[in-house]
């Protein structure tokens, strides 16, 4: 069976001068496709002999040639011509340096794979479209991206990039059309089988259903889940705006934001010259800019489902802890054994202490929502805070009436911390990444979101149109076959 490496071992020869001998006579041109079928397509085909030209493209079948060679100008091609390659790889030391502590040694893929990510670009349906499909249909979890001409639902879709956990497809809507989503696509961004991860869906399903009628179902939203966990360690509040994608990478993955710098590109070419995706054939760095946009969406969604999941594990290791500590204490459970134990309304008194923690440490708006980057300095607090006393008041007022006890919680990280503490009090076992090496900037540019959206159902961590089938639940560290 001819693997995926065949196919980019033949993309590599594309657009490569070659001199090609056959039976009658010799030829030299441009290589435009070499199928599987042991046929080559030439253009700009000259016939060395006799120095003609031949006009369009000459089709060349394996049994009448004797031997194929590469002409200088190619050699040349082949050290320093990137514009043309649309095959590559990247670096997991490099760009997920993270990996090998989350996923952990891997489970038996070959050496190439645990050290790199390969991406290629399908934008033809006869050789590549279909070994790319069938490998996506494989999967549990994908990363979605788009990019695009235009503004939200009036974008015109130009690529659809598909990241897998070691490959990534890079899919030319633009020389593809509205056939490679009736061959397949809308199959896969349709099946409630496969979790598609992508931050902010609300771009990306309104350009898929408005232009090729897709409805996108299985959705892992990491934009929604970062303010899902903002909510929950503040004790309530929600944030002023939502986060980019690379300040959800840097927060959650502790990626420093030197390597984060193709998306700043990224959102820069998005901003200032959107017609750049028109580009045919795409130049090298786009496409590397294109992979490394969803490179990261598997291993962050796994983070924020561990960070969501925090309350639960660490009141499970309370009970656990109650149980084998005093095992004599199970006994009195109460008149009927059902009461609410002391154990589970320690939740009531962590809400309450980072409520308190949230308005020590982040400026209020008028509305009652934080802004969570523009912390307040940490040398006077009470000063800053008695500047917004009617905003404090209204913000404080469902604090003010939970039943705080005044002793401290007994779960880890539940007490309130002293005032010159700066680290946001959080409970459960949350899984611990290495700090990154350049620190976060706190006045990233603030960004508004104006679309409105709609309720969202929640399964297990998972934001889902309808009903899942396969509901994908349960802490997203042991996830590690997704």
């Known amino acids: 069976m001819v693997s995926l490496e065949h196919y980019q071992f033949l993309e590599s020869f594309k657009r490569k001068r070659i001199r090609l001998t056959t039976k009658g006579s010799t030829f030299e041109g441009v290589v435009q496709r070499i199928n599987l079928n042991k046929t080559i397509i030439l253009e700009d085909v000259v016939e060395v002999q006799s120095n003609s030209r031949f006009l369009g493209a000459k089709l060349f079948f394996g049994q009448e040639i004797?031997?194929?060679?590469?002409?200088?100008?190619?050699?040349?091609?082949?050290?320093?011509?990137?514009?043309?390659?649309?095959?590559?790889?990247?670096?997991?030391?490099?760009?997920?340096?993270y990996r090998s502590t989350l996923l952990g040694d891997g489970d038996g893929d070959d050496e190439e794979d645990e050290q790199f990510v390969n991406y290629m670009v399908v934008d033809e349906f006869h050789e590549k479209f279909g070994p790319a499909l069938m490998h996506i249909r494989k999967q549990r979890v994908i990363?979605?991206?788009?990019?695009?001409?235009?503004?939200?639902?009036?974008?015109?879709?130009?690529?659809?990039?598909?990241?897998?956990?070691?490959?990534?497809?890079?899919?030319?809507?633009?020389?593809?059309?509205a056939r490679a989503f009736r061959n397949g696509l809308s199959n896969i961004?349709?099946?409630?089988?496969?979790?598609?991860?992508?931050?902010?869906?609300?771009r990306i399903s309104g350009c898929l259903m408005v232009q090729f009628g897709v409805k996108l179902t299985n959705v892992f939203d990491t934009q929604v889940a970062d303010v899902m966990h903002f909510y929950t360690e503040t004790g309530g509040f929600l944030p002023t705006r939502v986060s980019t994608l690379q300040e959800v990478i840097t927060g959650h993955l502790k990626m420093p934001l030197y390597?984060?710098?193709?998306?700043?590109i990224k959102d820069q070419l998005c901003?200032?010259?959107?017609?750049?995706?028109?580009?045919?054939?795409c130049p090298a760095p786009l496409l590397k800019v294109m992979a490394l946009s969803v490179i990261h969406l598997q291993p962050l969604r796994l983070m924020l489902l561990d960070a969501l999941m925090s309350d639960y594990t660490s009141l499970v290791d309370t009970y656990l802890k109650t149980g084998q500590e005093n095992p004599l204490c199970t006994l009195d459970f109460g008149k009927t054994g059902l009461e609410l134990p002391q154990e589970l309304r320690e939740i009531e008194v962590i809400k309450c202490d980072r409520r308190k923690w949230a308005v020590d440490h982040y400026n209020i708006t008028e509305d009652g929502l934080l802004d969570r980057y523009n912390v307040k300095p940490t040398s006077e607090p009470d000063s800053e805070i008695r500047e917004q006393p009617e905003i404090l008041d209204s913000s404080l007022d469902a604090a003010e009436k939970c039943p705080c006890p005044a002793e401290k919680s007994t779960l880890r990280g539940g007490s309130v911390p002293d005032k010159d503490v700066t680290t946001m009090?959080?409970?459960?076992?949350?899984?611990?990444?290495?700090?990154?090496?350049?620190?976060?900037?706190?006045?990233?540019?603030?960004?508004?979101?104006?679309?409105?959206?709609g309720p969202?159902?929640?399964?297990?961590?998972?934001?889902?149109?309808?009903?899942?089938?396969?509901?994908?639940?349960?802490?997203?560290?042991?996830?590690?076959?997704?």
Not at 189 to 202: A, T
Not at 271 to 281: A, L, N, Q, T
């Open 189 to 202: 961004l349709g099946s409630e089988n496969i979790l598609k991860v992508m931050h902010d869906c609300r």
């Open 66 to 97: 004797l031997n194929i060679e590469f002409t200088s100008s190619s050699n040349r091609d082949l050290l320093g011509d990137e514009d043309h390659e649309k095959v590559g790889q990247l670096s997991l030391a490099e760009y997920q340096p």
């Open 271 to 281: 901003r200032e010259d959107k017609e750049v995706w028109y580009i045919r054939p």
């Open 456 to 482: 969202v159902s929640i399964m297990g961590g998972v934001a889902q149109n309808g009903a899942c089938s396969v509901p994908v639940m349960g802490r997203g560290l042991f996830n590690r076959s997704l």
């Open 425 to 453: 009090p959080n409970i459960g076992r949350g899984f611990v990444l290495p700090a990154p090496v350049v620190p976060f900037r706190e006045n990233a540019l603030l960004q508004k979101s104006t679309a409105e959206t």
């Open 143 to 177: 990363g979605l991206g788009l990019d695009g001409v235009g503004a939200f639902q009036n974008e015109r879709l130009c690529w659809l990039q598909v990241a897998t956990k070691n490959k990534v497809y890079l899919f030319d809507i633009l020389l593809l059309g």
């Open 259 to 264: 390597r984060l710098s193709s998306l700043n």
